[in-house]
């Protein structure tokens, strides 16, 4: 008893910490086997390498961050959020692109490194959002007591989407979302603040689209909103169906495609639904024990698209099957329990808001990743935490991780 209280002295929830360390380096096996070709290519072969020393770095930056005190933190929180932003105004100037963001400007090069700041601003807006709603005193009872947080979100996810980076983008609604729940903003409000997207996808076909605005009407009324916040709601949601078809017709042909390849990727196997249909058939051709570890037949001949980033899951369900796919899963779900177990015993607001941020960001990388790998989201490139190549994400990850460590260091909540 002695020893595991001394451990958790010095290195927080050791379960959570654990398996974070056991899925990085597991995710560095799986990027050596993606770089095993049956026609070699040094630029994925070596990329393990890479993955071991950002590992190494992400360890320092994990033990640098758990040393820094959660008042510091909290501190912090203002001047990191706009360093952060501006940094992503700068990266619209002078960003490039890389890997399969190429067409982008995700990305600031120095010397030979390249970081993708949004993964870093990530964290600085989860401190940030629990700075503000941690000093809230109420349950928000309207929309309008909601902007704050929201102008916090919204900032850096349109200088992410202007780069353009969908999938990073989105990490910030998830977190935004998660974050207002674990504040205590009520269900219906979250519903009333996501109506205008929901809205925009059922426009298409217009009898469900009505319906839903009859729904919208009801809820609003049973819900007892403000007048004004009511009608505010009603005419956005009416704007973005009138605006969702001329919205849609105005994308060039490769953005649709990447739309519909997911619903149907057999209506372009050579274009849009390339990706799609070969992470497919690689996961299914895994079967229950998989092909075994380097001898996945789609990776080995080059057919799975970026294997050792994107499509790393593909790689793993393939070579280790449904029982290392469902392993996989498993380490999440519990590196997650973990989250929501510390954010529940906090007494800090801000502390439990940030956790649960982390939380909201890293679940958001998870459910699109996997998603898109096995055909049931449109491909937006997005790295699946702990295990996908890159070394901006990979040290991003670990100072959330740090954070959330420190957070358990302080409160003795194990």
């Given amino acids: 008893m002695a020893v595991g209280q001394t451990i958790r002295a010095y290195f927080g929830d050791t379960v959570m910490l654990l398996t974070v360390i056991a899925l990085t380096l597991f995710g560095i096996a799986m990027i050596y086997s993606a770089g095993q070709l049956d026609v070699p290519d040094a630029a994925v072969e070596r990329v393990w390498r890479m993955q071991l020393i ?3 770095l992400a360890l320092v930056l994990l033990f640098i961050v758990m040393r820094i005190q959660v008042r510091w933190l909290e501190w912090a929180a203002v001047p990191a959020y706009v360093a952060g932003v501006l940094i992503l105004i700068g990266t619209l100037f002078f960003g490039t692109g890389a890997g399969t963001a190429a067409s982008t400007r995700s990305w600031i090069r120095i010397g030979p490194i390249g970081i993708q700041p949004a993964q870093f601003v990530n964290v600085a807006t989860a401190l940030m959002l629990g700075r503000v709603m941690g000093a809230w005193r109420e349950t928000p009872r309207s929309l309008m007591q909601l902007w704050k947080p929201i102008a916090i979100a919204a900032l850096p996810m349109a200088l992410v989407m202007k780069q353009p980076d969908l999938g990073t983008a989105m990490v910030f609604g998830g977190m935004l979302v998660a974050t207002l729940y674990w504040a205590g903003t009520p269900i219906g409000l979250l519903f009333l603040l996501l109506s205008p997207m929901l809205g925009l996808f059922l ?3 217009g009898w469900v689209f009505s319906a839903y605005m009859i729904v919208l009407l009801l809820f609003l009324v049973l819900y007892r909103t403000y007048l004004w916040e009511g009608v505010l709601i009603v005419t ?8 969702a078809v001329p919205l849609w017709n105005s994308l060039e042909p490769y953005q649709q495609n990447r739309f519909t390849a997911f619903l149907d990727p057999y209506s372009d196997p050579r274009g849009a639904g390339y990706q799609h249909i070969q992470s497919r058939v690689a996961i299914g051709s895994g079967g229950l024990l998989g ?3 380097t001898e996945g037949s789609q990776k080995r001949l080059a057919f799975l698209p970026e294997q050792q980033t994107d499509f790393i899951y593909a790689v793993i369900g393939e070579e280790l099957g449904f029982v ?6 498993l380490a999440y779900c519990v590196i997650l329990w973990r989250l929501v177990r510390l954010a529940e015993r906090l007494s800090d607001p801000f502390a439990g808001i940030v956790v649960f941020g982390i939380f909201g960001a890293w679940f958001t990388h998870i459910l699109v990743n996997v998603g898109m790998t096995v055909g049931v989201m449109p491909i937006t490139g997005i790295p ?8 901006s994400f990979l040290l991003a990850t670990y100072i959330g991780l740090g954070v959330a460590q420190r957070v358990a260091l302080e409160q003795g909540r194990i």
């Fill in 54 to 56: 950002w590992f190494g």
């Fill in 203 to 205: 426009a298409f076909w």
């Fill in 236 to 243: 956005v949601n009416l704007a973005v169906g009138a605006i």
């Fill in 291 to 293: 092909q075994g570890f």
């Fill in 324 to 329: 290392g796919a469902g392993l996989v899963l």
């Fill in 384 to 391: 699946l935490p702990f295990l996908s190549y890159g070394g």
